[in-house]
């Protein structure tokens, strides 16, 4: 157990659906990063969250956003789901933006 | 933005040999560099990782080496096992981690 949480596991959606994937960080740990990991995509990152406030945006499309709660954990939120979000989607986090990541196991979206 | 770029993607060794996975980054400005591996059905796991202060950074059968002017990295496993067969990840940071594309391991018993 890495120590961050993230749920659910597995998802399986229709096209054009929204979902909610969450993360619970690391204790301590102030930061968040979101990645999507496809085949042919390696590990893309989307966003990074300090301590509450979005610090930078990567590879993110318009549909998905995300938020830090006062708690520090997580939510991804992806709408107008297409066959294409199909991934795996993993929550990082670290004890400042500087340090090294700590993974959580993942949600494997699937989209039908 | 930073460009990792990683090969082999694919590697396959005799239990007991080495093997040597390698990266190249563009942005001088990247200071750590972290490996990650990464088993089937799990999230990476930070094996080990180097500062670009230093050159190179062992532990136990792993090592990593680090060429600053070349922009230049990488992994070394000695004494493969079976248990070392997944993907490894190198990535380079400067504000957030950029990852290459990942080489998938086979140790062969």
């Known amino acids: 157990d890495s120590g961050v949480t993230q749920t659910p596991k597995h998802l399986i959606t229709a096209t054009g659906q929204r979902v909610t994937l969450r993360c619970s960080p690391r204790?301590?740990?102030?930061?968040v990063y979101w990645y999507q990991q496809s085949l042919d995509q390696g590990l893309q990152f989307l966003i990074h969250?300090?301590?509450?406030?979005?610090?930078a945006k990567g590879n993110i499309l318009e549909r998905f956003s995300a938020q830090q709660f006062p708690d520090l954990h997580s939510e991804l939120n992806l709408s107008s789901l297409e066959l294409g979000d199909s991934a795996l989607y993993f929550c990082?986090?670290?004890?400042?933006?500087?340090?090294?990541?700590?993974f959580g196991s993942g949600t494997r979206l699937t989209v039908v | 933005g930073e460009n990792v770029e990683q090969h082999p993607s694919t590697l396959s060794v005799q239990e007991g040999d080495s093997a040597v996975i390698k990266c190249t980054y563009s942005?001088?400005?990247?200071?750590?560099f972290p490996w990650y591996k990464q088993e089937l059905g799990k999230g990476p796991q930070l094996i080990i990782d180097?500062?670009?202060?230093?050159g190179e950074k062992k532990d136990q059968r792993i090592a990593v080496t680090l060429n600053k002017t070349a922009k230049h990295f990488s992994l070394h496993i000695t004494e493969t096992q079976p248990e070392d067969s997944a993907v490894y990840f190198c990535?380079?940071?400067?504000?957030?981690?950029?990852f290459g594309i990942g080489t998938k391991l086979q140790v062969i018993p």
């Open positions: 990082a986090s670290s004890v400042e933006g500087t340090a090294g990541y700590t």
């Open positions: 204790s301590g740990d102030l930061s």
């Open positions: 969250y300090y301590n509450g406030e979005e610090r």
């Open positions: 942005d001088s400005a990247s200071n750590y």
């Open positions: 180097i500062r670009s202060n230093v």
């Open positions: 990535a380079a940071r400067t504000r957030e981690v950029t």
